[in-house]
């Protein structure tokens, strides 16, 4: 028996009573929420960047060597803004509609680079995009169309180069567009010889496949004599299709791993998989409509990662979240956010209906989410941007471990050196002896108390550096470098070693207005601000950017009217110059 949910209060509302009761704030309101939960250490922050038709990158054509290097800038310019915010994930749209941003042996130039369907650039997109994230700490996973290979115009502009062409056992036409066909057993060995080619040729750190599903409205999809052909005894039609993504999803998930086993392997799923015990999906989900069984491939261990689709707001969100972080079998769920409807031309959605999200996804325990798509954070759609940087994500985050893969720690660095200097600090380390698959990198810890705690997330100054020397450039030519550093290895896997701590025992000298990591939570709300020559006041700000207290500069700031929590301090001096720095404060039990 079904009770009709809207009898009584919204799915909505119960949910964020609970978190009200949880956290002792009040329910729902019609202003944006405040952040309810404090950034994790472990979380993914994620964007897919979009290349199909160019609506995130690129807009320049590369036509010549001065087009090809605005193209180039655009994507740093992205990417340098995606890194200010502390994303930490991109996934890059590299496989679009049959055609790629790589070249291949397989399939050709997608035209969206060059406005030329087959055209090289005269570069390697995706190696160059591969070392820009990198640089910047960030993951990025190859995202693959899987099934769709575009309209007959499409086709047509790839002429003898088109999968259609070359592989016309493959596919099947469905109104007016090409795909390939899942019913056809070949079809995943054709798509494995293309992760194989991507993953051999290029660092990637996930492989993320999108549209591995049958069309929308499938029912007169043309694999009648593939269903008679392959079908096992008694089998059903809506089985037997949801048999053959299944299929695909493991051989490909195997032949990653048979090559890099350390390389992510995640889907994106309708958002719904189904009716759930607490709402209906209103009957356009994952399961019956495009026929993927994703928590089946959750359950069976063949997704690392899955980022389900959930572009939706109020009961369609909030159940559905639950529903996939309760069958995840342990591995990490990602919603992906819907924020494209922030704009007029898309949604009415309002800023608070993506802030109620990130709130719930926190207090779920869910590892993170994903926005679609990647401009509609950097232009700064109602201010989302500014927001999730201030209040969300204003500490670094590393993604989580994956056990199920390998548990075992690397080894800490070791012979450690910290060089101090006007300017700044250098530290030097040497590697460890692991001989792990992959790699390692480095995560590198700040304090002004030691041992620094690598477990707090506010003193994570650089995640996932790929060197053994670090240099830390403080923002005021007068103050002095932080205290005290520590350095971990970290794993492809994400497991991470002991830290190698640095600078105990050292004379130290005052600490820099310097971001996250100068201030330390402080017992009994003493708060020792640097030394900023010439200063005259402080101004207090909460993690919503509300002003909660103006007072004189002192070195030693008392704060014991002010609840334990995030606030932000700016120190102005008498040339009303101002400097930026965050304070944590603890109480004494």
């Known amino acids: 028996m079904r009770v009709k949910v809207e009898s009584y209060i919204p799915l909505t509302k119960w949910l964020f009573l609970l978190v009200a009761c949880v956290v002792g704030l009040p329910p729902l309101s019609a202003d944006p929420p405040e952040p309810l939960f404090l950034p994790r250490k472990h979380e993914v922050r994620a964007v897919w960047l979009t290349t199909v038709k160019g609506l995130d990158w690129p807009k320049t054509r590369a036509v010549s060597a001065e087009s090809r290097k605005r193209q180039q800038q655009e994507l740093i310019d992205i990417l340098d803004d995606l890194q200010a915010a502390n994303i930490n994930t991109v996934m890059l749209q590299t496989r679009v509609r049959g055609n790629l941003i790589y070249p291949s042996q397989y399939e050709t130039w997608s035209e969206v680079f060059t406005g030329k369907a087959g055209e090289d650039p005269g570069y390697d997109l995706l190696a160059f995009a591969v070392e820009e994230c990198h640089k910047r700490g960030m993951e990025l996973h190859a995202w693959i169309v899987t099934f769709p290979l575009g309209s007959k115009e499409v086709q047509r502009d790839l002429q003898g180069k088109s999968v259609v062409k070359r592989q016309p056992r493959l596919v099947k036409r469905f109104r007016d567009n090409w795909y390939l066909n899942p019913g056809h057993p070949e079809t995943k060995y054709y798509l494995a010889s293309l992760v194989r080619e991507l993953i051999s040729r290029y660092d990637v750190d996930g492989v993320h496949f999108d549209y591995i599903r049958y069309p929308d409205r499938p029912r007169r999809f043309p694999d009648a004599a593939d269903f008679k052909r392959y079908r096992e005894p008694g089998e059903e039609l809506a089985d037997w299709r949801r048999r053959n993504i299944t299929e695909i999803v493991r051989h490909l998930y ?50 690392d990662m899955i980022f389900p689709m959930l572009y939706y707001r109020g009961n369609d969100f909030y159940p559905f979240v639950l529903d996939w972080q309760e ?28 802030e109620q999200q990130l709130n719930f996804i926190r207090w779920a325990g869910v590892s993170g989410e994903a926005h679609f798509r990647s401009q509609f954070l950097t232009d700064r759609r109602l201010g989302l941007y500014d927001r999730v940087k201030r209040d969300y994500y204003y500490t670094k985050a590393l993604l989580p471990a994956m056990p199920w893969l390998d548990s075992i720690a690397p080894s800490t660095p070791s012979s450690g050196e910290l060089v101090r200097s006007a300017d700044g600090v250098t530290l030097q380390w040497a590697a460890g002896s692991d001989d792990t698959q992959g790699g390692v990198c480095y995560n590198i810890y700040a304090s002004a108390v030691y041992p620094v705690d690598t ?32 350095v971990t290895t970290m794993d492809r896997c994400g497991n991470e070693s002991a830290p190698l701590q640095l600078g105990g025992g050292e004379a130290v000298g005052d600490a820099p207005a310097d971001g996250a990591f100068n201030l ?22 909460d993690g919503c950017g509300r002003k909660v207290a103006q007072v004189p500069y002192h070195r030693r700031l008392k704060l014991t009217k002010l609840p334990a929590g995030f606030y932000r301090a700016v120190v102005v001096d008498n040339k009303g110059r101002t400097y930026v ?3 944590f404060i603890n109480r004494k039990k």
């Open 254 to 303: 195997h032949e990653v791993k048979q090559l890099k086993p350390w390389v992510k392997v995640s889907s994106a799923p309708l958002g719904k998989y189904r009716d759930t015990r607490r709402y209906p999906s209103r009957g356009w989900n994952a399961y019956h409509a495009v026929y993927q069984e994703a928590q089946v491939w959750m359950k069976e261990g063949v997704q």
């Open 455 to 486: 477990d707090n997330p506010h003193h994570l100054l650089a995640a996932r550096w790929r060197d053994t020397l670090y240099t830390h450039i403080l923002p005021l030519p007068s103050s002095a470098p932080l205290h005290y550093y520590a």
């Open 327 to 354: 069958q995840s079998e342990g591995r990490v769920v990602v919603p992906g956010l819907g924020i494209y409807f922030l704009d007029p031309s898309e949604g009415t959605w309002t800023l608070a209906d993506v």
């Open 581 to 583: 720095t965050n304070a």
């Open 520 to 541: 330390l939570p402080v017992c009994d709300g003493v708060v020792e601000l640097p030394h900023i020559p010439e200063a005259v006041q402080v101004i207090l700000a």
